[in-house]
């Protein structure tokens, strides 16, 4: 009887101390992790000079006159919005015709096109420009822009130093 | 007499087991943002977030009732995972607890999985271990909205299994 007894009590002992470790307590936690939806974020502001930097299309003093400068346009798109618009404005000096040029550029997966190339609508704003999909991998270093400025040769003959730089700035719609 | 020894032994034993040890996980923020501020580079035409993002988040680990010798183990996996192939790491600062409280075999950090993962080893009590977090592989076309992050923390009897 007292080796039953004993026996039992060994017993349970094995059978209180399993090999695998004992987990003692758990607790489940959580937490929110939000991603801000990323906005077209426009940074760039630049000063475009017409001279010295003209280059001269057809000799000179030519009737048509450009420059063609190619800048980064800072930006980032949102991969919620499926449209969104960048506005250019420029600041150029009144009567001058102005051409705005843009290419289309592939980022590294997926499409990312800038709209076709605008005129100046006179009223100191090109034409609004859509930028189509995302991928979130656009050119690193940003887009390359094109703005081509058409000059008379009166106008090229008067330009004077305020008419020399057009301020471009970026809108985010 | 060998009987009476055993049922002591057998008592203290099962005590042992009926203690309540207590885990209490505190976290900073309810809600943590991931905004451009992320990309890299920050603010940046096209760029994606950064490989490796160190969250806005800590949280407070309290360990309670165990024996002050007492060795254990905490912890981690996640009962969800998260967005794409984004990855959670979890680092424990050592620094925070007392030396006499860190056990063998602590790990540096885990990187959340489906499955427990040893996070710290610990011996007795302790009151506030300090956890930091890394949110990693997030990418923009992926990551978006709020993701609830499911964490489980578990704590077990003994150190920590030596590491890989």
């Given amino acids: ?173 | 007499m060998l009987i009476r020894i055993l049922l002591v032994l057998l008592y203290i034993f099962i005590s042992s087991l009926l203690r309540s040890q207590s885990l209490s996980i505190d976290y900073i923020e309810s809600r943590v943002e991931i905004n451009q501020t992320h990309l890299q580079p920050p603010q940046t035409a096209g760029a994606d977030y950064a490989p490796s993002i160190p969250l806005n988040q800590g949280a407070f680990v309290s360990v309670q009732g165990v024996r002050p010798r007492s060795n254990w183990c905490l912890l981690a996996y996640h009962t969800e995972p998260l967005q794409g192939n984004t990855t959670l790491k979890i680092t424990p600062d050592l620094a925070s607890v007392p030396q006499e409280n860190i056990g063998t075999n602590t790990p540096t950090q885990l990187l959340l999985q489906g499955q427990p993962q040893p996070l710290f080893s610990g011996t007795g009590p302790i009151d506030q271990l300090f956890l930091s977090f890394t949110l990693e592989h997030a990418h923009v076309s992926r990551n978006v909205n709020t993701t609830p992050v499911y964490i489980q923390y578990q704590l077990q009897e003994g150190g920590c299994p030596p590491g890989p």
């Fill in chain 1, 1 to 173: 009887m007292k080796h039953r007894i004993i026996c039992s009590i060994l017993a349970l002992f094995a059978f209180l101390t399993p090999s695998a470790q004992i987990i003692w307590t758990e607790e489940h936690t959580h937490f929110d992790l939000h991603f801000e939806p990323i906005a077209l974020i426009a940074v760039s502001q630049q000063e475009i000079q017409l001279s010295p930097g003209v280059n001269t299309t057809a000799g000179s003093p030519a009737f048509t006159d450009s420059i063609a400068t190619t800048f980064h346009l800072r930006y980032t798109i949102s991969p919620v919005q499926p449209n969104p618009q960048l506005v250019h404005s420029v600041s150029a000096p009144a009567g001058l015709s102005s051409r705005w040029l843009t290419a289309p550029f592939l980022p590294a997966s997926g499409t990312c096109t800038l709209a076709p190339s605008a005129t100046h609508n006179e009223t100191n704003q090109f034409l609004t420009t859509a930028i189509y999909g995302h991928s979130g991998t656009a050119p690193q270093n940003g887009i390359p822009v094109t703005v081509q400025i058409s000059l008379s040769q009166s106008e090229y003959r008067n330009l004077n130093a305020h008419l020399h730089l057009f301020n471009l700035t970026y809108q985010c719609l």
